[in-house]
């Protein structure tokens, strides 16, 4: 049985790997920080051990996320390939995957990157030309699907949109020294859909606003008064019921998305149009400046 080394800060990269290891029976060893620390308790119940250097010198390999809001990750990287020990990074998105890598101006590659689906799998080997990837199921998705399912709500649902945010102009900042280098924010992107919310249904009942896990709750207040109908920010409990309440889930490039995606709803992409293109490689995924563009309504 191997000894691994687990090294996780942000959300997304947690939810994965902690998936993962619910399905891969191993000898682990945990350092964890911000989100991922509640994650891995609640899903596997796993804490962190108090040392980095200690939790990667005595293990065979590491296995690590790749967070945009912490070091921590690129870290436990340098002082693997300092000690001769294998490390591997778990890409658990399908944008900015060269950026996750950039560590003091130089980029630093794990020796393999796993990546969730084929998609993942086509840009990673686009990019990292003379590292190893490898396809690895994605267990998270897997077990979202299975509780969307279990979710009963009444068969009467009101045309919802489940918006959902994203910390935009803070993730440029870091990777661009430009909170607008994407010639978006997340301001600019609510506004956008807000001005024009009814090209993707004219018969829209309410709006739900879902800030970004790493935000704070009022951040968004500003639009609750912005429309005639009514805009409500969710408490931030269960996403998945949110997105089987919805008929539509609608974002940036979230993960959200996605889910939304496997839940079976109409997903909506609403980058301005002076922003880059949308990231997200998923074919179904429509975008409000075609639809105002076409003066289409998403059927």
Known sequence: MSKVAVVCHDAGGSEIISSWIMKNLNNYSFYLQGP??????????????KSLNSVISNCDWLLCGTSWQSELEKKAIQIAKNSNIKSISYIDHWVNYEERFIYNDNILLPDEIWVADKEALEIATKIFLNTE?????????????KEVEKIDLPKYSKKVILYVCEPIAEHAQMQCGNSLAWGYDEHTALKYFLDNFEFIDRNIEKIILRPHPSEKHDKYDWAINYCSIPIHISPKENILKEIKESLFVVGCESMAMVIGLISGKRVVSCIPPNGRECML???NISKLKNLINS????E
């Open 36 to 49: 991922a620390k509640k994650i891995f308790k609640d899903k596997i119940n796993a804490t962190s051990e």
């Open 133 to 145: 990837i490898k396809l690895i199921e994605n267990e998270y998705l897997k077990s979202i699907q």
């Open 281 to 283: 490689p998923h074919k």
């Open 295 to 298: 003066r289409s309504y998403i």
